[in-house]
Every structure is written in C-alpha cells, then in structure tokens.
C-alpha cells in the first residue's frame, strides 16, 4: 500500500529514517491506486516535482521538509484541491503540510 505520512515530532522523523517509527507517532493516509493514478495524470505530481526539485515516482520514497517546501506544497495541494474538488485526495495532502509545518516535521511520500 502507498502512503503519505508525517511524523509527530523531529524524534519520530528521525525514527522513521531507519524504518523504526511507531504507527501512532505517524500522520498517515494511505493511497489507492485511483488516487495515485489521478495525482500523476493530473500533473500534480509533476509541478510539485518540478517545483520543490524533488522526485515523487512509482516504487518512490521522497521527503520533503524544509518551510519553504512545506509552503510549496501545502499551496499545490490547495489549489489542485479547488480544481479538482470531487477528489479528496488533495485536500488530505493540504491538511497533512499543515500537520507538518506546525509540528516542524515533514511529509514523506512512500509510492
């Protein structure tokens, strides 16, 4: 199963680094495959790659941290969110940055 998750604090990140972090110190969802499939076509994945220089593929793990990326994709998240309002995916994206900015952490993509 693919998720998207956010450590509860800097030492549940640094767990999470080496496959150690409990569940409970985890923000997670995970996403189906309709859900992939609709973050690749609809060029979500590709502007927050090219936008916040990381790479978010199949079989992928990807962080990203840092304010300003964290910014970068709580922004894509809402505004793809406004675009595509029948999918909640990106809304669960948006409320994720915001979990990760506020508990200064990350969102870590597991595809």
């Known amino acids: 199963m ?3 998750l956010v450590p509860r604090d800097l030492d549940t990140m640094k767990k999470l ?5 409990p569940d409970e110190d985890l923000f997670k ?20 790659n090219q936008n916040l220089n990381v790479i978010i593929d ?9 304010n300003n990326e964290l910014y ?4 894509l998240s809402y505004l ?3 675009k595509y ?3 909640s ?8 940055s915001l979990i990760a900015i506020d508990r200064k952490t990350g969102l870590f993509f597991f595809f």
């Open 2 to 4: 693919k998720s998207i």
């Open 17 to 21: 680094d080496i496959d150690q972090a």
């Open 29 to 48: 969802i995970n996403v189906d495959d309709k859900e992939i499939y609709h973050l690749f076509n609809s060029g979500f994945v590709d502007k927050v």
């Open 58 to 66: 199949d079989f992928e793990y990807e962080e990203i941290i840092g």
């Open 72 to 75: 970068g994709i709580k922004e």
């Open 80 to 82: 793809f969110s406004v």
């Open 85 to 87: 309002k029948n999918y």
């Open 89 to 96: 995916i990106y809304k669960k994206i948006y409320a994720l």
